[in-house]
């Protein structure tokens, strides 16, 4: 099979397509699930749904802050390479020590 081939220009055209039906039928797909999600809209909802719905907004909205409070900790552990950590915690367990006695 030579490339430009009679052969290969009939596999490229299966390809192509292959390829145009799995767009065609994602965007299909896609189209009939948006259309069922607008009616689930908070503008649709009762007031009870929205209240939940927003209290759960902020409860991961207090959940991200501090996982991104965490990311941050653990970016500063592994930037650091362990000299900065490592006299921190020395600091820690003196003063723990100190107080103890």
Not at 59 to 73: E, F, K, T
Request: with cysteine.
């Amino acid at each position: 099979m030579a490339l430009g081939g009679p052969e290969f220009m009939v596999i490229l055209a299966g390809i192509a397509a292959i390829g145009w039906s799995a767009v065609t039928i994602v965007k299909s797909h896609s189209s009939s699930r948006s259309k069922a999600t607008i009616a689930e809209l908070p503008c649709c909802q009762s007031r009870d749904t929205i209240a939940r719905l927003t209290e759960e907004n902020r409860q991961l909205s207090v959940a991200v802050a501090s996982l991104q409070d965490r990311i941050h900790v653990l970016e500063t552990v592994v930037s650091d390479g362990g000299t900065q950590m490592a006299e921190k915690i020395d600091s820690f367990a003196d003063n723990h020590h100190s107080l103890n006695r």
